[in-house]
């Protein structure tokens, strides 16, 4: 038996909030590295900074390794809003702006070099993303168990 897929009307908030909203945000990050890359002198190839070698490896590492976080989960992020999209696109779309902006306020913890560094990443707002995530995982656990009729 075939399963027809319908896209539902706001499907739309979806693409805007998952894939528009994931390239504006990525690039506002990214700027924010490559601002203190020269603020900081570690010149490229170099993605993250030597100690001993570069002077404020440190400071500069916790703005990159910030922005690289949003990475390690970016793409089973984008299928899980897309898919789950199909069947609940405000969640999907309300989730994406949760993550993302979650995503932005990790940076902006783990480039506080006045906090710890275990604590400094989530003082800012940033596990806010993970409720993103589980926004797009449920939606799109619940669109698998209508295909595979489980419920």
């Known amino acids: 038996m075939v399963t027809s897929i319908e896209i539902p009307d706001n499907y739309g908030y979806v693409l805007l909030t998952a894939v528009v909203g994931q390239f504006v945000v990525g690039t506002a990050m990214g700027g924010k590295v490559m601002t ?36 390690e989960s970016l793409g089973a992020f984008t299928v899980m809003a897309l898919v789950g999209g199909l069947k609940y696109p405000i969640v999907c779309s309300v989730s994406s702006v949760m993550y993302l902006a979650g995503c932005y306020l990790y ?33 799109t656990i619940s669109l698998a168990g209508n295909l595979n009729k489980w419920w």
């Open 36 to 71: 203190r890359r020269k603020e900081l002198d570690v010149p490229l190839p170099n993605m993250y900074g030597t100690p001993g070698v570069h002077k404020n490896a440190d400071e500069f590492n916790r703005i990159q390794r910030g922005h690289q976080n949003m990475f």
């Open 107 to 139: 940076q902006l913890g783990y480039a506080d070099i006045s906090s710890d560094i275990a604590a400094a990443r989530h003082k800012k707002g940033g596990p806010i993303k993970y409720l993103g995530y589980l926004g797009v995982l449920g939606s």
